[in-house]
């Protein structure tokens, strides 16, 4: 009896442990409407649970195909926003993530050293440059996002409130997202690595990073001090950081942090071909054969930059115009 008595306790604690830990998504909602529930249940639902919906235009268009009427709709959209609410409410500055419906601050990582490959400058008698790299402790951050197209929120201290915090100053100086940069980290053994200077003996130091690795974002404007973040290509899983090029206070501060995350393995975007492999596409009228030398995903597909043989010159070509054989690229 007692043991009875203890597995009803323990599936009991299960369940509502499970209601706290529930998320909806924009499936759940459909999943819902399909076994049946009223609008009514589905809006209570939606009140009185957390959520990570996605109120886009296409993401809205999908749902109005499945069946979602209005009233469910608005009550996604109106309980969607309540996290930029809550977080104009407290008005605390920094880097946010979104995790379901709260946001996660992204804390500043310092850099645990740096090193200069001095290797190939000696090799090349000083002509080469010799790059200056800062690493950080581990090989994934302790930001993990499960998008490839995340959502940053950036919020900065009112000028006027004079509201300087020592430990936080990025987001006092700077007004703007414009004085970060996304760049993607480089994992070696157990820690990361980011490429921040340049040395060179004729030309001289440089220092930050090399803005041809750096990832494009689009700003969208919330007001004066908030802005909503993302990526301008979708984050193939990996390690990433926000890094401020503006210039530095005088007084004992220095650069040597970022604002670092993880894209989570799960996130993978699997493409048709690999780098190194040939494809076949239609050029002047004629199928011809390239080999893949690099992949970029974006928000509209996958490309492929391709190299043909005996030539310098590559190619950009969209994933679903590439083919597998001659003959298939001909039937095309």
Same mark, same amino acid.
């Given at each position: 009896?007692?043991?009875?008595?203890?597995?009803?306790?323990?599936?009991?604690?299960?369940?509502?442990?499970?209601?706290?830990?529930?998320?909806?998504?924009?499936?759940?909602?459909?999943? &819902?409407?399909?076994?049946? @529930?009223?609008?009514?249940?589905?809006?209570?639902?939606?009140? +009185?649970?957390?959520?990570?919906?996605?109120?886009?235009?296409?993401?809205?268009?999908?749902? $109005?195909?499945?069946?979602?009427?209005?009233?469910?709709?608005?009550?996604?959209?109106? $309980?969607?926003?309540? +996290?930029?609410? *809550? &977080?104009? #409410?407290?008005?605390?500055?920094?880097?946010?993530?979104?995790?379901?419906?709260?946001?996660?601050?992204?804390? =500043?990582?310092?850099?645990?050293?740096?090193?200069?490959?001095?290797?190939?400058?000696?090799?090349?008698?000083?002509?080469?440059?010799?790059?200056?790299?800062?690493?950080?402790?581990?090989?994934?951050?302790?930001?993990?996002?499960?998008?490839?197209?995340?959502?940053?929120?950036?919020? @900065?201290?009112?000028?006027?409130?004079?509201?300087?915090?020592?430990?936080?100053?990025?987001?006092?100086?700077?007004?703007?997202?414009?004085? @970060?940069?996304?760049?993607?980290?480089? /994992?070696?053994?157990?820690?990361?690595?980011?490429?921040?200077?340049?040395?060179?003996?004729?030309?001289?130091?440089?220092?930050?990073?090399?803005?041809?690795?750096?990832?494009?974002?689009?700003?969208?404007? /919330?007001?004066?001090?908030?802005?909503?973040?993302?990526?301008?290509?979708?984050?193939?899983?990996?390690?990433?950081?926000?890094? %401020?090029?503006? +210039?530095?206070?005088?007084?004992?501060?220095?650069? *040597?942090?970022? @604002?670092?995350?993880?894209?989570?393995?799960?996130?993978?975007?699997?493409? #048709? %071909? $690999?780098?190194?492999?040939?494809?076949?596409?239609?050029?002047?009228? !004629? =199928?011809?054969?390239?080999?893949? +030398?690099?992949?970029?995903?974006?928000?509209?597909?996958?490309?492929?930059?391709? *190299? *043909?043989?005996?030539?310098?010159? =590559?190619?950009?070509? #969209?994933?679903?115009?590439? %083919?597998?054989?001659?003959?298939?690229?001909? !039937?095309?």
């Amino acid at each position: 009896m007692k043991k009875l008595l203890l597995g009803a306790i323990l599936i009991f604690y299960s369940f509502i442990l499970f209601a706290q830990n529930e998320v909806l998504t924009n499936q759940s909602i459909i999943d &819902m409407l399909e076994l049946g @529930f009223s609008n009514d249940i589905i809006v209570t639902k939606i009140n +009185t649970s957390k959520n990570n919906f996605d109120t886009s235009i296409q993401a809205l268009k999908e749902l $109005k195909e499945k069946g979602v009427s209005n009233d469910i709709i608005v009550a996604m959209m109106q $309980k969607n926003n309540n +996290t930029e609410k *809550q &977080m104009k #409410k407290t008005s605390r500055s920094g880097i946010y993530f979104k995790v379901g419906n709260e946001l996660k601050k992204i804390h =500043p990582t310092a850099f645990s050293g740096t090193k200069t490959n001095t290797l190939g400058t000696a090799l090349t008698y000083g002509i080469a440059n010799a790059k200056i790299k800062s690493t950080m402790n581990g090989k994934h951050s302790n930001n993990v996002i499960d998008t490839n197209i995340p959502s940053f929120y950036f919020y @900065f201290d009112d000028k006027e409130q004079n509201s300087f915090v020592v430990s936080n100053w990025w987001f006092t100086v700077a007004s703007s997202p414009n004085e @970060f940069l996304l760049s993607k980290l480089t /994992i070696k053994k157990n820690r990361r690595e980011l490429e921040t200077g340049k040395v060179n003996i004729y030309a001289g130091n440089s220092i930050g990073v090399d803005e041809d690795n750096t990832i494009g974002f689009e700003i969208e404007t /919330i007001n004066d001090y908030e802005f909503k973040v993302t990526p301008s290509v979708p984050l193939l899983p990996g390690e990433y950081c926000f890094f %401020y090029r503006g +210039t530095v206070p005088q007084g004992g501060y220095n650069n *040597q942090s970022v @604002f670092d995350f993880s894209i989570s393995e799960s996130c993978n975007i699997e493409t #048709k %071909y $690999k780098n190194d492999d040939y494809v076949w596409i239609v050029k002047d009228g !004629k =199928p011809r054969n390239y080999k893949i +030398t690099s992949t970029e995903i974006r928000k509209d597909g996958v490309y492929y930059i391709l *190299q *043909q043989r005996n030539s310098w010159e =590559p190619l950009e070509c #969209k994933e679903s115009d590439c %083919y597998s054989s001659k003959e298939e690229a001909i !039937k095309k």
